[in-house]
């Protein structure tokens, strides 16, 4: 999966293949099918938050005390394929995720979190979806995978760090991902 994302990203990039769709598309996504199965059966149980843009549930093989997937309802990709436009659906997927997080543990108000994106090629589904940890990581070698060091931007991007971005993008600080830019911004 990791060379077709790979393969995927660079094609888009370089124009040889239009920009991802945001239509939902069950039949070729893993996310896009459990979010349709959630609102058509009531799914698998593993659904903590839906309304009619996003959707949170816990993450099939846990990386941290406590692992959940924010998701939009609508395909997206992936956090390349955010735009200056979308900075309030990654500012609402972060502050959803955060409250997911914290009402788990209410008694904890010094609870170390952590938030954030797998960048192209090292997400490992084609569907938008950011990371909500409480930490520690289990087995602690996970760290590494979702590390937030400066170091490992290019694989593991920090949700505030991205909703900030965009945020000013949006706002005209930078000119990056605007309309008309097929190039990835991350």
Known sequence: MGLIAWGTELATRWGWVREASREERPRTCVFCEKIGRQRADGGDGTFVHEDDELVVFRDWRPAARRHYLVCP?????????????????????LELGEECVARDFPDEPDLETRFGYHIPPFNSV??????????????PWKERKYSSHPWARFAF???????????????GGRGEGAEGDKTSRL
């Not at 309802?73 to 997927?93: E, F, K, N, T, Y």
């Not at 938008?128 to 409480?134: D, K, Q, S, T």
């Open 126 to 139: 084609d569907h938008l979806h950011m990371h909500a940890f409480a930490l520690p990581f289990d087995p």
């Open 157 to 171: 991007k920090p949700a505030e760090e991205l909703a900030r971005e965009l945020e000013a993008a949006a706002a």
């Open 73 to 93: 309802r609508a395909h997206v990709a992936s956090a390349s394929s955010l735009r200056p436009a979308d900075a309030a659906l990654a500012r609402r997927m």
